[in-house]
């Protein structure tokens, strides 16, 4: 939103500029109207003042969100999953809607001419399933709760995080890896639970999980396949516990 209000501004703005260096080559022109039209110089110059401080303000704001692109309609669950990686906010990562994901809701991976570049200059793309399909069940990605869309968001972040870690070899064994076994996709799909829950996320994770596992409409076969890769609502809570009591004993400690 502020990105669609940012460009309007750019633009009209930029409008008025042509306009205003117009006005003023036909004012000299004309000389005989160079005395009429002074006051109206003057108030020009003032626009061209305020557009000079807009334009600044405008590209100071519109540089911190230049790293994510994010379509409108989840702008707000993206901005609140982002909100809990500092970390990411200088790593470009595009959240695009796609008709169609195989096998799954929420994809992240680096940009193909990723793999070219230093890992600081990486791009990655989160890919969101238009209608969140859950085994036979569709649902609109608007009728799923907030924290859920959250949750999810967090889980993606978290695979970002995982790869960010990363050189380039190793991101191109774990894309190959991922694909071929099993015991490779738990490992992964763990540490992206694993990376939200330690950025403070639990509660969001939890309800993404739960959201899956206590609907009822939701195929067996989807529900047995989250148990088996992901971290369960559980195990987050036990976490989330031994992270509570190593912060009180280090606080013990420094008391
Ligand atoms: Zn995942």
């Not at 996709?185 to 939890?206: K, L, Q």
Request: with cysteine; proline share 2%.
């Amino acid at each position: 939103m502020i990105r669609f209000i940012s460009v309007t501004l750019l633009s009209f703005f930029n409008l008025e500029m042509i306009h205003l260096l117009r006005d003023f080559s036909q004012t000299y022109k004309t000389s005989g109207i160079r005395s009429v039209c002074f006051s109206g110089i003057h108030l020009k110059l003032k626009s061209l003042l305020i557009f000079i401080i807009l334009t600044c303000t405008v590209t100071r704001s519109m540089s911190q969100n230049l790293k994510h692109t994010i379509p409108n309609s989840i702008a707000k669950e993206v901005s609140k999953a982002l909100s809990f990686y500092p970390e990411l906010s200088d790593v470009a990562i595009t959240f695009k809607f796609k008709k169609n994901i195989k096998k799954s809701t929420m994809q992240a991976q680096p940009v193909f001419g990723s793999f070219f570049k230093s890992r600081k200059n990486r791009s990655y793309l989160v890919r969101i399933s238009e209608r969140i399909k859950i085994a036979d069940r569709e649902f609109k990605t608007e009728d799923i709760p907030e924290d859920v869309m959250v949750g999810w968001i967090g889980h993606e972040l978290g695979h970002i995080m995982d790869y960010q870690n990363m050189s380039n070899s190793q991101l191109m064994w774990f894309g190959v890896n991922y694909l071929l076994s099993d015991k490779h996709i738990v490992e992964a799909e763990r540490a992206a639970d694993t990376f939200a829950v330690s950025h403070g996320m639990a509660d969001y994770i939890v309800a993404t999980k739960n959201f899956i596992l206590n609907h009822a409409d939701i195929d067996n076969t989807y529900k047995l396949r989250i148990k088996k890769y992901y971290l369960s609502p559980e195990e987050i809570m036990e976490m989330v516990e031994e992270k509570t009591k190593e912060k009180e004993e280090t606080e013990q400690e420094a008391s």
